[in-house]
């Protein structure tokens, strides 16, 4: 079973912190983290993003935005991306990576698109696809663990 992942996004902000910490709720023996591809080094969860996690009871208040690099791609297992081309880029970047790089719609072969500067309803459909890609992952991981 993968025992670090790290969930990817652009910015860092938005999707894959959500993603990060309800994928660490959800396998709470994994150590999981986040980062993204152009991130907003230093920054904090976007509100919207730290609302809808509080609904769920879940932190983000704590989050600050950290840039992909190649250190961190070699100390995970796996790491889980927003978007195809996501995928795409960091297999290119670190070529070692591939087989350890999955889509989080992975099983659906979706996409999330990013809610940043679109609204909540934008973070709130964005939400929804990282509900469905999260059961099939724990669902997958679990079964290998």
């Known amino acids: 079973m993968a025992r670090s992942i790290v969930v990817v996004c652009v910015g860092n902000i938005c999707r894959s912190p959500m993603a990060e910490v309800m994928l660490a709720a959800a396998l709470p023996s994994c150590e999981v983290s986040s980062a993204g591809l152009g991130a907003l080094v230093g920054d904090p969860a976007h509100p919207t993003s730290i609302e809808l996690m509080s609904k769920?009871?879940?932190?983000?208040?704590?989050?600050?935005?950290?840039?992909?690099?190649?250190?961190?791609v070699n100390g995970s297992d796996m790491v889980l991306t927003m978007e195809k081309a996501h995928t795409d880029y960091i297999t290119s970047q670190w070529p070692q990576a591939r087989g350890r790089v999955f889509r989080w719609g992975h099983w659906e072969a979706f996409d999330i698109p990013d809610p940043y500067r679109r609204g909540e309803q934008a973070f709130e459909d964005a939400l929804a696809l990282i509900d469905t890609g999260l059961k099939q992952w724990a669902d997958k991981l679990r079964q290998l663990g």
Do not use: F, N, P
């Open 56 to 72: 769920r009871g879940l932190d983000l208040r704590g989050h600050i935005a950290r840039q992909l690099d190649e250190s961190i």
